[in-house]
């Protein structure tokens, strides 16, 4: 390698880290190519190569390792920049190149003195000069081709460029191969002396390094860094250029190294790029420094319209078509109708190298161009954003608003985030409370811990009604969706603070209240509710009192009460329900539970918000359980089930526990729907998930779920077990003092249940305190529901009468699941009572009822029961065996299953143990059974339990 090559020779990527020395990777096919115009050489004589690319491609680079190939090749190479004297060093490298007492190098010394002596400088080649030349080539390229390269060929000036050609040509039958390189767009300091002396030259276009070759020179600079997703972010932004990889390899070592992911290059600021870019552009052309500046600004990764780039660098639009093309020429900008940099790294090079005063200035100017032309708001919120200083003007507001929600729309949190920021410190009015609220939502979606911490800091800063309602809403749902969250009392402190003097400075209060609402006997927490509503009036009160009607319910010694505190509480605006999630669900409770169903469902409408991105508010959420409620009442169960499901759902995106009073509470309706349903798997499933199978946490508000956790054992024929979670569920009650009747779905199954597991009398006693508190209620619901329980435990044409009248008033009730219930009891009765026809007629109906319900074992039982009334008996060999038992099998078995031992039922009976054995053998012949284990295969059939039970007294 000759001297002045070795000074300049670079590795791929054009300039050599510093302090560090890498490889060279890629150019394969370019070195073949050149390869194969050195052994052309050798038989067509002088042949010409210009090798081109924009800044940074790696010119030098593939010129350096193809003149090491070519010398390994023996070939003698000679290396010179465009600036310097190429002559003059072809000289020295030839002198060099022959022995030293060689007759041409004496030659070329005398001929060099000559040309350029001390006192003499002849501006042509002199002739003896060339002839020397040529003479010392002849000889070097007997058996190898002479490489000349000649580096930055635009460079050179007219003088050297004359004397070359004179030397190339003067050996254009001699195997000589002059490598010429230039930069693309670039205008050469003499064009027409290099276009004369490349005339007829091949050309070899240098693009940037393939994907492959662009991981390959990574795992040289940056050997702990393997990442294909590196590799790929770091060859998109560059374009592959292997100057820009360098650079972009020093600024990774310089950030962390491995700590770097491939999202945080797109914030690279290289001013090694941006200073080679605006300086070779400054000494072209002084306006397309300002235009790659201009289309930095303006142009995201699609780039920009170039009226908007124009506007920008101060040019007509056609000036700055002219001045573009000179950098697509140059490769800086991708030819296209849109203004695009090729290389995503240069813009953040660009932007980084300008003054913050001068950025400011171009996004502003950027943003009032683009909304005066009515472009999109995401285009013009990244012009917003991205200054640090906001214009003095109305119009940011609510472009950046509109930015914002089609981010969310996109899933582009991080863009939705910035333009709220930025909204937030810009907007005023309503605009500033939209934007504020929509930030901590957006906060808290993404870190509910960091939403919490934004609302507080929100909340202390805002003087605003309406948005610190909203923001007491927020962190009232974050408070109340987490189990007793760490730091609660701190987070209280903070909030007492930002509300005090105002109309809700007794939030805090509220939350301590109702935080213990799960654990409290709820007439402590209406004692405790009442002391608070007792002080000035404030904007708690609704919540307050929705919450007082709420626990005045819940113990059932007035509900008439109940449901006016329900009703004022709903009278009030909204804000105020909202300030706490579990005011309005409360409210709209107490009216659902006692058959107010319209009344709920109105409200319902008015409170329910459409769906926005992510998860609901939880007073959303906890509105659904409310409607679900509705709907199963009206007998749709598939609605009420997905509304159910949807809930739970919402429920784990809120981060609230399994073992939470809510969710359990949700999982207990579902549980009732279930089975109604006939889903008896997917019910023990649910309690499997909940952690529900065995031991529930204490508390009162397990009971809806231990109603329908007996139901459930009884539907499986464990009556055992159910007869266990009937007699807690009574603890529980009595220890919060609750009526039990006041539990809706107790007041819906409670009785049968009962009997069920033996408690006649204890289902009869409820029957009747059930129709006390309907008579109070007043809804048609509730007082249909009250006499068709009373009328089922009442049974002759007493109960005939009570179950006609339940009909009647839950058909005006719309209540059609209970009404299929108190259909299916009335044939039930009316079969007992040697009215078979109308029998018949009640259980079809109540079949189509159930049916049309989705409550498939209601209307299974129903067609089983059909079945006996119509000795259609033959299909079913335990039906058709249940009819067959004596009074004495069947009493013996009632007991059997209700988990009673021999030893008992023969006491009970007034039997013997053989007896008892006696009888239970023949009824498990009959009915096809082996024992007491296929207990649960019996109860498959949905109707034979009514069928077995009918017309058995229970022992006293």
Same mark, same amino acid.
């Given at each position: 390698?000759?001297?002045?090559?070795?000074?300049?020779?670079?590795?791929?990527?054009?300039?050599?880290?510093?302090?560090?020395?890498?490889?060279?990777?890629?150019?394969?096919?370019?070195?073949?190519?050149?390869?194969?115009?050195?052994?052309?050489?050798?038989?067509?004589?002088?042949?010409?190569?210009?090798?081109?690319?924009?800044?940074?491609?790696?010119?030098?680079?593939?010129?350096?390792?193809?003149?090491?190939?070519?010398?390994?090749?023996?070939?003698?190479?000679?290396?010179?920049?465009?600036?310097?004297?190429?002559?003059?060093?072809?000289?020295?490298?030839?002198?060099?190149?022959?022995?030293?007492?060689?007759? /041409?190098?004496?030659?070329? /010394?005398?001929?060099?003195?000559?040309?350029?002596?001390?006192? $003499?400088?002849?501006?042509?080649?002199?002739?003896?000069?060339?002839?020397?030349?040529?003479?010392?080539?002849?000889?070097?390229?007997? &058996?190898?081709?002479?490489?000349?390269?000649?580096?930055?060929?635009?460079?050179?000036?007219?003088?050297?460029?004359?004397?070359?050609?004179?030397?190339?040509?003067?050996?254009?039958?001699?195997?000589?191969?002059?490598?010429?390189?230039?930069?693309?767009?670039?205008?050469?300091?003499?064009?027409?002396?290099?276009?004369?002396?490349?005339?007829?030259?091949?050309?070899?276009?240098?693009?940037?390094?393939?994907?492959?070759?662009?991981?390959? =020179?990574?795992?040289?600079?940056?050997?702990?860094?393997?990442?294909?997703?590196?590799?790929?972010?770091?060859?998109?932004?560059?374009?592959?250029?292997?100057?820009?990889?360098?650079?972009?390899?020093?600024?990774?070592?310089?950030?962390?190294?491995?700590?770097?992911?491939?999202?945080? +290059?797109?914030?690279?600021?290289?001013?090694?790029?941006?200073?080679?870019?605006?300086?070779?552009?400054?000494?072209?052309?002084?306006?397309?420094?300002?235009?790659?500046?201009?289309?930095?600004?303006?142009?995201?990764?699609?780039?920009?319209?170039?009226?908007?780039?124009?506007?920008?660098?101060?040019?007509?639009?056609?000036?700055?078509?002219?001045?573009?093309?000179?950098?697509?020429?140059?490769?800086?900008?991708?030819?296209?109708?849109?203004?695009?940099?090729?290389?995503?790294?240069?813009?953040?090079?660009?932007?980084?190298?300008?003054?913050?005063?001068?950025?400011?200035?171009?996004?502003?100017?950027?943003?009032?161009?683009?909304?005066?032309?009515?472009?999109?708001?995401?285009?013009?919120?990244?012009?917003?954003?991205?200054?640090?200083?906001?214009?003095?003007?109305?119009?940011?507001?609510?472009?950046?608003?509109?930015?914002?929600?089609?981010?969310?729309?996109?899933?582009?949190?991080?863009?939705?985030?910035?333009?709220?920021?930025?909204?937030?410190?810009?907007?005023?009015?309503?605009?500033?409370?939209?934007?504020?609220?929509?930030?901590?939502?957006?906060?808290?979606?993404?870190?509910?811990?960091?939403?919490?911490?934004?609302?507080?800091?929100?909340?202390?800063? $805002?003087?605003?009604?309406?948005?610190?309602?909203?923001? +007491?809403?927020?962190?009232?749902?974050?408070?109340?969706?987490?189990?007793?969250?760490?730091?609660?009392?701190?987070?209280?402190?903070?909030?007492?603070?930002?509300?005090?003097?105002?109309?809700?400075?007794?939030?805090?209060?509220?939350?301590?209240?109702?935080?213990?609402?799960?654990?409290?006997?709820?007439?402590?927490?209406?004692?405790?509710?009442?002391?608070?509503?007792?002080?000035?009036?404030?904007?708690?009160?609704?919540?307050?009192?929705?919450?007082?009607?709420?626990?005045? /319910?819940?113990?059932?010694?007035?509900?008439?009460?109940?449901?006016?505190?329900?009703?004022?509480?709903?009278?009030?605006?909204?804000?105020? =329900?909202?300030?706490?999630?579990?005011?309005?669900?409360?409210?709209?409770?107490?009216?659902?539970?006692?058959?107010?169903?319209?009344?709920?469902?109105?409200?319902?409408?008015?409170?329910?918000?459409?769906?926005?991105?992510?998860?609901?508010?939880?007073?959303?959420? =906890?509105? =659904?359980?409310?409607?679900?409620?509705?709907?199963?009442?009206?007998?749709?169960?598939?609605?009420?089930?997905?509304?159910?499901?949807?809930?739970?759902?919402?429920?784990?995106?809120?981060?609230?526990?399994?073992?939470?009073?809510?969710?359990?509470?949700?999982?207990?309706?579902?549980?009732?729907?279930?089975?109604?349903?006939?889903?008896?798997?997917?019910?023990?499933?649910?309690?499997?998930?909940?952690?529900?199978?065995?031991?529930?946490?204490?508390?009162?508000?397990?009971?809806?779920?231990?109603?329908?956790?007996?139901?459930?054992?009884?539907?499986?024929?464990?009556?055992?077990?159910?007869?266990?979670?009937?007699?807690?569920?009574?603890?529980?009650?009595?220890?919060?003092?609750?009526?039990?009747?006041?539990?809706?779905?107790?007041?819906?199954?409670?009785?049968?249940?009962?009997?069920?597991?033996?408690?006649?009398?204890?289902?009869?006693?409820?029957?009747?305190?059930?129709?006390?508190?309907?008579?109070?209620?007043?809804?048609?619901?509730?007082?249909?529901?009250?006499?068709?329980?009373?009328?089922?435990?009442?049974?002759?044409?007493?109960?005939?009468?009570?179950?006609?009248?339940?009909?009647?008033?839950?058909?005006?009730?719309?209540?059609?699941?209970?009404?299929?219930?108190?259909?299916?009891?009335?044939?039930?009765?009316?079969?007992? +009572?040697?009215?078979?026809?109308?029998?018949?007629?009640?259980?079809?109906?109540?079949?189509?009822?159930?049916?049309?319900?989705?409550?498939?074992?209601?209307?299974?039982?129903?067609?089983?029961?059909?079945?006996?009334?119509?000795?259609?008996?033959?299909?079913?060999?335990?039906?058709?065996?249940?009819? &067959?038992?004596?009074?004495?099998?069947?009493?013996?078995?009632?007991?059997?299953?209700?988990?009673?031992?021999?030893?008992?039922?023969?006491?009970?009976?007034?039997?013997?143990?053989?007896?008892?054995?006696? /009888?239970?053998?023949?009824?498990?012949?009959?009915?096809?059974?082996?024992?007491?284990?296929?207990?649960?295969?019996?109860?498959?059939?949905?109707?034979?339990?009514?069928?077995?039970?009918?017309?058995?007294?229970?022992?006293?």
């Amino acid at each position: 390698m000759n001297e002045e090559f070795s000074k300049r020779g670079e590795t791929e990527g054009v300039h050599r880290p510093r302090g560090q020395s890498h490889g060279f990777v890629g150019r394969q096919h370019e070195l073949r190519l050149l390869d194969q115009a050195r052994r052309d050489s050798m038989t067509t004589g002088l042949v010409r190569y210009v090798v081109e690319g924009e800044l940074g491609v790696g010119r030098t680079a593939l010129l350096y390792a193809f003149a090491l190939a070519a010398r390994r090749l023996g070939s003698t190479t000679v290396h010179f920049h465009g600036s310097k004297q190429p002559c003059g060093l072809l000289v020295r490298a030839l002198a060099r190149s022959l022995p030293a007492d060689s007759v /041409h190098v004496a030659e070329l /010394h005398a001929a060099s003195e000559r040309q350029w002596g001390r006192h $003499t400088a002849l501006p042509n080649l002199d002739t003896a000069l060339v002839s020397a030349v040529r003479a010392a080539i002849v000889h070097l390229t007997v &058996t190898a081709p002479l490489i000349l390269i000649m580096d930055h060929a635009d460079q050179a000036d007219d003088t050297a460029l004359a004397h070359l050609r004179s030397v190339v040509e003067a050996c254009a039958d001699l195997p000589v191969l002059l490598v010429a390189s230039l930069r693309l767009g670039e205008p050469p300091q003499a064009p027409t002396a290099v276009a004369q002396l490349l005339s007829g030259a091949q050309r070899l276009t240098l693009d940037g390094l393939s994907p492959a070759e662009t991981a390959a =020179l990574l795992g040289i600079l940056l050997p702990r860094l393997r990442d294909s997703a590196f590799s790929a972010a770091c060859h998109r932004l560059t374009a592959g250029n292997p100057f820009m990889l360098v650079e972009l390899a020093r600024w990774v070592r310089d950030n962390g190294g491995a700590a770097v992911r491939p999202e945080h +290059l797109d914030t690279a600021v290289l001013p090694v790029v941006a200073d080679l870019i605006t300086g070779r552009l400054s000494r072209i052309d002084p306006a397309a420094g300002r235009l790659i500046r201009a289309i930095a600004v303006a142009g995201g990764r699609d780039g920009a319209e170039p009226p908007l780039v124009a506007h920008l660098c101060g040019m007509t639009t056609g000036e700055t078509l002219i001045t573009a093309d000179l950098l697509v020429r140059m490769r800086l900008v991708a030819d296209d109708d849109m203004v695009r940099l090729r290389h995503p790294l240069l813009r953040t090079a660009l932007i980084g190298g300008m003054s913050r005063m001068a950025r400011n200035a171009a996004h502003l100017a950027a943003a009032t161009f683009l909304h005066e032309r009515h472009a999109p708001a995401s285009r013009i919120a990244d012009h917003l954003t991205a200054s640090a200083v906001s214009l003095d003007d109305s119009w940011p507001a609510s472009v950046l608003l509109d930015a914002a929600a089609s981010a969310l729309a996109a899933q582009d949190t991080t863009a939705a985030a910035r333009c709220l920021e930025h909204a937030v410190r810009v907007a005023t009015g309503d605009e500033r409370r939209v934007a504020v609220l929509a930030l901590v939502d957006l906060r808290i979606r993404l870190d509910q811990g960091n939403g919490l911490a934004q609302a507080i800091e929100a909340l202390a800063e $805002t003087a605003d009604a309406a948005t610190r309602s909203s923001l +007491l809403r927020r962190i009232g749902s974050l408070l109340h969706g987490a189990d007793r969250p760490e730091g609660e009392q701190r987070v209280l402190e903070a909030v007492a603070a930002a509300v005090a003097g105002t109309a809700v400075a007794e939030w805090p209060r509220l939350h301590r209240i109702l935080a213990d609402l799960h654990d409290a006997p709820p007439a402590v927490t209406a004692e405790r509710l009442g002391e608070l509503l007792e002080g000035p009036p404030g904007g708690l009160r609704a919540a307050a009192t929705a919450a007082a009607a709420f626990c005045r /319910h819940l113990t059932g010694d007035d509900p008439r009460a109940a449901v006016e505190g329900a009703r004022g509480a709903l009278a009030c605006g909204t804000e105020e =329900l909202y300030l706490h999630p579990l005011a309005l669900a409360a409210a709209l409770t107490v009216l659902v539970d006692n058959g107010y169903q319209e009344e709920a469902t109105a409200h319902l409408r008015r409170h329910t918000e459409p769906d926005s991105p992510g998860s609901q508010p939880l007073h959303q959420v =906890l509105l =659904l359980p409310v409607a679900a409620h509705h709907v199963r009442t009206r007998g749709q169960l598939s609605s009420a089930r997905d509304q159910l499901e949807d809930c739970l759902a919402h429920l784990v995106r809120h981060g609230v526990s399994p073992v939470h009073p809510i969710r359990l509470d949700v999982v207990g309706q579902l549980l009732d729907v279930l089975i109604c349903q006939g889903e008896h798997n997917r019910a023990k499933e649910l309690l499997r998930q909940g952690r529900c199978a065995q031991n529930l946490p204490p508390g009162w508000r397990y009971r809806d779920l231990l109603v329908c956790r007996a139901r459930l054992w009884a539907a499986e024929g464990d009556l055992a077990r159910a007869a266990r979670d009937l007699a807690e569920l009574r603890d529980r009650n009595e220890a919060a003092g609750l009526r039990a009747v006041s539990a809706a779905s107790w007041r819906a199954h409670g009785v049968e249940l009962l009997e069920q597991v033996g408690q006649s009398e204890q289902a009869a006693e409820l029957a009747r305190d059930q129709l006390r508190y309907a008579e109070t209620i007043g809804s048609p619901q509730e007082r249909g529901r009250a006499r068709w329980v009373l009328g089922r435990v009442s049974g002759g044409t007493e109960g005939e009468r009570l179950l006609r009248t339940a009909v009647r008033l839950l058909e005006e009730a719309k209540g059609e699941l209970d009404l299929a219930y108190a259909l299916g009891d009335m044939g039930t009765l009316l079969n007992r +009572l040697d009215r078979p026809k109308e029998a018949v007629a009640a259980l079809t109906r109540a079949v189509r009822l159930a049916s049309s319900c989705g409550a498939r074992s209601l209307a299974e039982r129903g067609r089983q029961q059909l079945a006996a009334a119509s000795d259609r008996t033959h299909q079913d060999f335990s039906l058709r065996g249940v009819l &067959t038992l004596s009074p004495r099998e069947r009493q013996t078995l009632i007991d059997a299953m209700r988990g009673r031992t021999n030893e008992r039922i023969a006491a009970a009976r007034r039997i013997t143990r053989r007896t008892v054995e006696l /009888h239970l053998s023949s009824a498990y012949r009959k009915l096809g059974i082996t024992g007491r284990r296929d207990f649960p295969q019996l109860f498959r059939n949905p109707g034979l339990w009514p069928l077995l039970t009918d017309g058995v007294p229970d022992p006293r």
